[in-house]
Structure formats: structure tokens, C-alpha cells
């Protein structure tokens, strides 16, 4: 025959589900709610991103996407406030301390500053009752996926889809495993 057939994951799921709300959660810079805004075409995206640092790249990227609604928030199980130790690589910073892998593996993330940012329950600040279906969250948090979902069982259990960014290694200190 002509070999293996081309199969895409993302195409698959466009064909399949038709996402009208996009949950990105970790959205640093926006370059993901974009690429998703430009494949799916949904109704609706939040994107969740505590570093004040992101919020200039956020708000130049509703001038281009009307429907995105930016939460400058932390997720987690419980409202409160924490440190956030942004580090020289953006997208590596955590509600976490890296580790010792991470530091020797990506050097850039050594340099961090610590940074108090909001944290809310994704339940609480997105109910999902008031949210066209179907639902598509993405999920980049850096070792406190756990406890985003604890705060957002609801959203969890609603979602059409989950995309989740895990680790086998220990990037960050105290984070859970896959």
C-alpha cells in the first residue's frame, strides 16, 4: 500500500465534538487560546493567567479574539492568595519552587522572582451551567494540575475534553507524577 495513513489527533476531535467553549488554564502569553480560537472557532474562551507579566500579550490578543475573557487568577482547590515564583522562561514559572532537574535541564529557570497572585476555584469563577457546550479545557500549570481539578470538579466532569500537560519527571518541588 501507500505506507501508514496521515491521522491527526486535533482533526479527529473537530470532526467528532463541536467545541464551543475553550478553558485555558496556564495561558501565559495566549499563543494557545489563539491556535485553538483559530481551529475550533468557539463561542467563548477564558483564558486564566495570574503573572502580570502576560497581561499586555492577553489584552493585545482580545483586540484579535472578542470572545476571549481574560481571568488574571491562579486556580486552585481553595480562594486565597500565594507566591508565584516566575522564573527567566515564562511559561516554566509555577505556584511551585523548580527542581534540581529542571535547573540543570533548562538553566534559563534558574533566575526567579517571587510574585503574590490571587487564586480562585474554577467552579466558582466559571459555573458551568452558564457555559455553551461543548467544552474543551486545556490545562499547562507546572506540577499543580491536582489541584486545579480539585477546584474544578464540576468543569471537569462537564468537559467534552481535556487536554492536561504532566510530567514523569520531577520538574517542580512537590508536584505529583503522572
Known amino acids: 500500500g501507500a505506507g501508514a495513513p496521515v491521522w491527526d489527533a486535533w482533526d479527529w476531535v473537530r470532526a467528532t465534538t463541536q467545541i464551543r467553549t475553550i478553558v485555558d488554564i496556564g495561558a501565559n502569553d495566549g499563543s494557545y487560546s489563539r491556535y485553538l480560537n483559530g481551529f475550533f472557532h468557539p463561542g467563548s474562551i477564558h483564558a486564566f493567567e495570574p503573572l502580570p507579566s502576560c497581561q499586555a500579550s492577553l489584552t493585545a490578543l482580545r ?12 486556580l486552585a482547590e481553595a480562594p486565597g492568595e500565594a507566591t508565584f515564583f516566575e522564573n527567566g522562561y515564562g511559561p516554566a514559572s509555577s ?5 534540581d532537574v529542571c535547573r540543570e535541564v533548562f538553566p534559563e529557570t534558574e533566575r526567579e522572582t517571587a510574585v503574590t497572585v490571587a487564586l480562585a476555584r474554577l467552579d466558582d469563577v466559571l459555573p458551568i451551567d452558564a457555559l455553551e457546550r461543548d467544552i474543551l479545557i486545556k490545562i499547562d500549570v ?3 494540575e491536582d489541584r486545579v481539578i480539585r477546584g474544578g470538579q464540576a468543569m471537569f466532569w462537564g468537559a467534552k475534553m481535556v487536554l492536561v500537560e504532566m510530567s514523569f519527571v520531577p520538574m517542580y518541588q512537590g508536584q505529583p507524577l503522572f
Not at 483586540?63 to 491562579?74: G, I, R, S, W, Y
Not at 505556584?95 to 527542581?99: A, E, G, M, T, V
Open 63 to 74: 483586540k484579535q479574539v472578542p470572545h476571549l475573557t481574560v481571568h488574571q487568577l491562579a
Open 95 to 99: 505556584l511551585l519552587r523548580i527542581s
Open 142 to 144: 507546572q506540577g499543580v
